[in-house]
T-cell receptor
Framework: SAVISQKPSRDICQRGTSLTIQCQVDSQVTMMFWYRQQPGQSLTLIATANQGSEATYESGFVIDKFPISRPNLTFSTLTVSNMSPEDSSIYLC????????????FGPGTRLLVL | QKEVEQDPGPLSVPEGAIVSLNCTYSNSAFQYFMWYRQYSRKGPELLMYTYSSGNKEDGRFTAQVDKSSKYISLFIRDSQPSDSATYLCAMSAGYGSARQLTFGSGTQLTVLP
């Protein structure tokens, strides 16, 4: 399985500011995803990070709020822009497995609290 | 109606008990079924992976898929306190854009020593 790391692991931010979360995979992967997990709830897909092109966003998520970059096959960033307390959540990146191509492996998550 | 339904619990069992966790789904296109374990303050960890209908066993864990009933289960035998976590079922229709996973809401399990 791929080993996925995220930075920062947690942060406390002020309303109106932006935070960029980094996701690094220890090997090349085909697909990377960003999820949000609100307290006590399951995972909601934000977008698919496409290498070298614009991310594909799910309904309810827009690029201006959650810009995503994926400059190569092992790295991606998610920015949470103009934050409000409603953005307080865990943000997770995942990657498609190289062996089990139909499933995903997850990073440890970034816990964000917006005051 | 959600695409994937999972009883959120919480579920509390004594050590050594057999645990049964279940999900139902509505999308007949789902072919790949997974169970993830998520410890508090950690990312989900892939526990079991099954393609189509049938059973799969790995140590104390058994995953069952019944596509005709649109019902999947995870059984944990001889449960241990270290099994205390939230268990998420997930499923997908397959390749390409269909690789997107749809998750259940998760079942919080506590195994009491």
């Amino acid at each position: 399985s791929a080993v996925i790391s995220q930075k920062p692991s947690r942060d406390i931010c002020q309303r109106g500011t932006s935070l960029t979360i980094q996701c690094q995979v220890d090997s090349q992967v085909t697909m990377m995803f960003w999820y949000r997990q609100q307290p006590g709830q399951s995972l909601t897909l934000i977008a698919t990070a496409n290498q070298g092109s614009e991310a594909t966003y799910e309904s309810g998520f827009v690029i201006d709020k959650f810009p995503i970059s994926r400059p190569n096959l092992t790295f991606s960033t998610l920015t949470v822009s103009n934050m409000s307390p409603e953005d307080s959540s865990i943000y997770l990146c995942s990657a498609i497995g190289l062996v089990l191509k139909e499933t995903q492996y997850f990073g440890p998550g970034t816990r964000l609290l917006v005051l | 109606q959600k695409e994937v339904e999972q009883d959120p619990g919480p579920l509390s069992v004594p050590e050594g008990a057999i645990v049964s966790l279940n999900c139902t789904y509505s999308n007949s296109a789902f072919q790949y079924f997974m169970w993830y374990r998520q410890y508090s303050r950690k990312g989900p960890e892939l526990l079991m992976y099954t393609y189509s209908s049938g059973n799969k066993e790995d140590g104390r864990f058994t995953a069952q898929v019944d596509k005709s009933s649109k019902y999947i289960s995870l059984f944990i035998r001889d449960s241990q306190p270290s099994d205390s976590a939230t268990y998420l079922c997930a499923m997908s229709a397959g390749y390409g854009s269909a690789r997107q996973l749809t998750f259940g809401s998760g079942t919080q399990l506590t195994v009491l020593p």
